[in-house]
Structure formats: structure tokens, C-alpha cells
T-cell receptor, first 112, second 111 residues
Framework: DAGVIQSPRHEVTEMGQEVTLRCKPI?????LFWYRQTMMRGLELLIYFNNNVPIDDSGMPEDRFSAKMPNASFSTLKIQPSEPRDSAVYFC??????????FGSGTQLSVL | GNSVTQMEGPVTLSEEAFLTINCTYTATGYPSLFWYVQYPGEGLQLLLK?????DKGSNKGFEATYRKETTSFHLEKGSVQVSDSAVYFC??????????FGTGTSLTVIP
């Protein structure tokens, strides 16, 4: 299996632009998580889906952030408009349940 | 609520030194406990886990014991190598579906 695939690996954009991060979970996994990692706050859970349905989005920082999972093999995290304080590494992870979590390699986002 | 507190880094050790990274937790019920490792430029990978009190998780020379009485899950390794340089995250899962991570501890091992 190819593992969790995230794209792009790096994204540099200007403040105010829309940013879309993409994730393909491992086939057969029924849960998907989006995390944000910064030096100041460590690893924060933004949102997680179970069977394509958002279960907990309490970690989404504000309305500028939105996430979708239109099917079992694809999810997006969108930031519109982006701000410099959104600069971070964004990780997608998937799980088949039963306490197993598999991470992608992350997207390094820089908002100038 | 559920939370994990781990010792702040960074930690710098010489090769073959003994490693301890402290982790304590707060949880409702009886969670499973984990250590994840993040190598530079990569996502987190599961290092070891323990699912009940007094269980010991072990992998690649690393060990951690689930101590319910002290709500701790300290990571230890008897002799670190340069290749162990990474960021280590303690985590808990109360339900199997949600995971709560500590802030991570950066380890650098020097030859």
C-alpha cells in the first residue's frame, strides 16, 4: 500500500489567497484526521471524519478553514483567505479503527 | 478531559547514553497509550503502544510501561544511536477513534 498521500508537499502563497490541501487515505480506512503542527502549539487536531462524515470539527480555528470528504478516498482542507499565522505543517492521517493511526508526510504551508 | 503532558526539549545526548522522556496523562476511563516518532521531513510513525495498566510496549530498543497509579508512560532506551534523533510524541486514545498528542520532545544524539 502507498500509505497516506498528501499533496502538495510544499505550498507557498500570499496572504489573502485560497489554499487547498489534499489527502488520499489508505484504502479501507474508515477514519480520516487533519492535524496542524507548529512550534508554538505542537500537534493540533483540526477535524476528523468517520465514514466520510465530519464527527468533530471543534479544532478548526475559524471560519476561514473548511474540510470536506466527498468520498472514502479523498479529502480536502481549504483555507480562504489565508493569513501568515496559518503557516504550519498540515498532516492528514487515516485509521482503520482500533487504535491505529497512519500519517502522511505532511504539507508545509508558508503564507507570506 | 483528556490530555497528555510530556517533558519539554530539546534533549541532546551522546551516543550510547540512556534516554528517558517523561509523559503523564489525564484521561476519562482507561485509555490506550502510545509513543509516536517523527523523523525529519516525515509524518509521525507508531513506535510502541500499551493498552492496559502494567503493559509494557517495546520496539527498536525503546520501552514504556503503562503506570496507572502515576498516570505515566515514560519512554526509555538504554543506549541511543545517532539514528534515533527525531521528535517523540506521547499520545492517548480513550476510544480508539480519537487521539490526543503531547507537544513533542526533540531528541538529538551526537556521535
Amino acid at each position: 500500500d502507498a500509505g497516506v498521500i498528501q499533496s502538495p508537499r510544499h505550498e507557498v502563497t500570499e496572504m489573502g489567497q485560497e489554499v487547498t490541501l489534499r489527502c488520499k487515505p489508505i484504502s479501507g480506512h474508515n477514519s480520516l484526521f487533519w492535524y496542524r503542527q507548529t512550534m508554538m502549539r505542537g500537534l493540533e487536531l483540526l477535524i476528523y471524519f468517520n465514514n466520510n462524515v465530519p464527527i468533530d470539527d471543534s479544532g478548526m480555528p475559524e471560519d476561514r478553514f473548511s474540510a470536506k470528504m466527498p468520498n472514502a478516498s479523498f479529502s480536502t482542507l481549504k483555507i480562504q483567505p489565508s493569513e501568515p499565522r496559518d503557516s504550519a505543517v498540515y498532516f492528514c492521517a487515516s485509521s482503520p479503527g482500533v487504535e491505529k493511526l497512519f500519517f502522511g508526510s505532511g504539507t508545509q504551508l508558508s503564507v507570506l | 478531559g483528556n490530555s497528555v503532558t510530556q517533558m519539554e526539549g530539546p534533549v541532546t545526548l551522546s551516543e550510547e547514553a540512556f534516554l528517558t522522556i517523561n509523559c503523564t496523562y489525564t484521561a476519562t476511563g482507561y485509555p490506550s497509550l502510545f509513543w509516536y516518532v517523527q523523523y525529519p521531513g516525515e509524518g509521525l510513525q507508531l513506535l510502541l503502544k500499551a493498552t492496559k495498566a502494567d503493559d509494557k510496549g517495546s520496539n527498536k530498543g525503546f520501552e514504556a510501561t503503562y503506570r496507572k497509579e502515576t498516570t505515566s508512560f515514560h519512554l526509555e532506551k538504554g543506549s541511543v544511536q545517532v539514528s534515533d534523533s527525531a521528535v517523540y510524541f506521547c499520545a492517548l486514545s480513550p476510544t480508539g477513534n480519537q487521539f490526543y498528542f503531547g507537544t513533542g520532545t526533540s531528541l538529538t544524539v551526537i556521535p
